[in-house]
């Protein structure tokens, strides 16, 4: 089967879990024997077109001429990535079987790829404008808002990664229950392994002292990741532990605000943002920290909370979305409530100050991350593309090899041969 992938970010261009969810699932699929290409945004210095560990990389050119506003940048990107697929299509034989949009970015090129190849579309929703905003405040968010609604409708079939979103997407696009199907995200162990290289206690030295107890925050700096929770947690929580650190890592459009927080709370010295890092780094702060934590207010599913699992530390997360349906509290990590600061620092203080329970809750949560693999999201992904285009040859609709020969018309000839549609 060859897949064609449309998707805005990809390593090494990472904003969010979204990239990471490609990539995953990119790799995870060419392990079980299939074609997958991925058609991006550029990214500088990097070629137009590579090849990943098996998968193909076609990254679009930049915009030319510059945007004037995101949603025109996002048009723009979307002309581009159609650019460059069909400019692979007419200078080779190659043939698609399927087209699976990540998000709303890649909407229209969906879309245009979906009737003009006459294929197949599935679309993956990471999350939705409603859920990250707890509901639609202005024109940008009501227009992002049916862009998502017109991605659901033009897909066959829609994915989503946590019981949670299946009942937010149902609720917020009316979809019906049949087009759904949730399959939950992975995490690769092998990518989250702290290099040889460096002394550990060099790297420690840079953000906490030999003696300070470390709570890791790893995320977007943004407001559904409810970062100030934490830092509010964290002044209570000196009382107790006053040998904790803080260490925030990300970057994001709150991040001057939490900044100055902290520093009006007096936290300066014992709050560390180190924004962007490397994934060496996060690597690293992972192995380092006596508890990680994740306070969402809103939280499709949160592939850093099994990161942290998965290498074995004790986790706190805000009982939300699919953080919710991951952690079972008390056995594989501690759950509060969304949005309480008092109840997260109590938390915290039961983890820093019970060695036994935090050796348990890592122990227990290292196995149940382990269950979390890509390769078993890719077999669950293959399964949804055969269905689709099981059922698409039978409806009649799919018309992959008469445009296919068309296509090659065209890149042999330089003009339409067929006959029109």
């Not at 049916?146 to 989503?160: H, S």
């Not at 991350?369 to 285009?389: F, G, L, M, P």
Request: charged fraction near 25%; hydrophobic fraction near 40%; aromatic fraction near 8%.
């Amino acid at each position: 089967m060859r897949i064609l992938m449309v998707s805005w970010e990809y390593p090494p261009k990472i904003v969010g879990g979204l990239g990471r969810h490609v990539e995953g699932l990119s790799e995870g699929l060419v392990k079980l024997g299939h074609q997958v290409t991925v058609v991006t945004a550029e990214t500088p210095k990097l070629q137009e077109r590579e090849i990943v560990e098996g998968v193909e990389v076609l990254r679009a050119l930049p915009h030319q001429p510059p945007s004037r506003d995101f949603v025109e940048s996002v048009m723009l990107l979307n002309l581009n990535m159609v650019e460059r697929v069909i400019s692979e299509l007419l200078n080779s034989n190659v043939q698609y079987d399927v087209i699976h949009v990540h998000d709303w970015l890649g909407a229209y090129a969906g879309k245009l790829f979906k009737h003009a190849l006459r294929l197949p579309l599935i679309a993956t929703i990471h999350a939705t404008e409603f859920g990250r905003n707890n509901g639609l405040h202005s024109d940008l968010q009501r227009h992002i808002s049916d862009l998502e609604w017109w991605l659901c409708y033009e897909a066959w079939q829609v994915i989503v990664c946590s019981r949670y979103m299946e009942r937010e997407v149902q609720h917020i696009f009316g979809l019906p229950k049949d087009k759904l199907r949730a399959i939950p995200n992975g995490i690769d162990p092998n990518k989250l392994k702290a290099s040889d290289s460096g002394d550990q206690s060099e790297i420690r030295s840079k953000y906490a002292r030999p003696d300070e107890k470390i709570v890791l925050f790893v995320g977007r700096l943004v407001r559904e990741k409810g970062v100030w929770l934490v830092i509010d947690a964290f002044r209570e929580l000196l009382h107790a532990v006053p040998e904790a650190k803080l260490i925030i890592v990300g970057k994001g459009p709150e991040e001057m605000y939490l900044r100055d927080y902290a520093r009006r709370l007096g936290l300066e010295h014992k709050v560390c943002f180190t924004g962007f890092v490397d994934d060496q780094t996060r690597n690293h702060l992972y192995h380092l920290c006596h508890v990680a934590v994740f306070p969402s207010l809103y939280e499709p599913f949160g592939i850093v909370a099994l990161e942290a699992m998965a290498l074995g530390k004790p986790v706190i997360v805000s009982d939300t979305g699919g953080l919710g349906e991951v952690i079972e509290h008390g056995l594989t990590g501690l759950k509060f409530p969304s949005g309480n600061s008092r109840a997260l620092t109590r938390a915290l203080s039961d983890v820093l100050l019970d060695f036994n329970l935090a050796q348990s809750l890592a122990t227990e949560g290292k196995k149940e991350a382990n269950h979390y693999t890509w390769d078993k999201v890719a077999r669950s992904t293959s399964d949804v593309y055969r269905e689709v285009i099981r059922s698409a040859q039978a409806s009649g609709w799919s018309m992959r090899q008469e445009l296919g020969g068309r296509l090659l018309e065209v890149s042999n000839h330089g003009r339409w041969n067929g006959d029109k549609a």
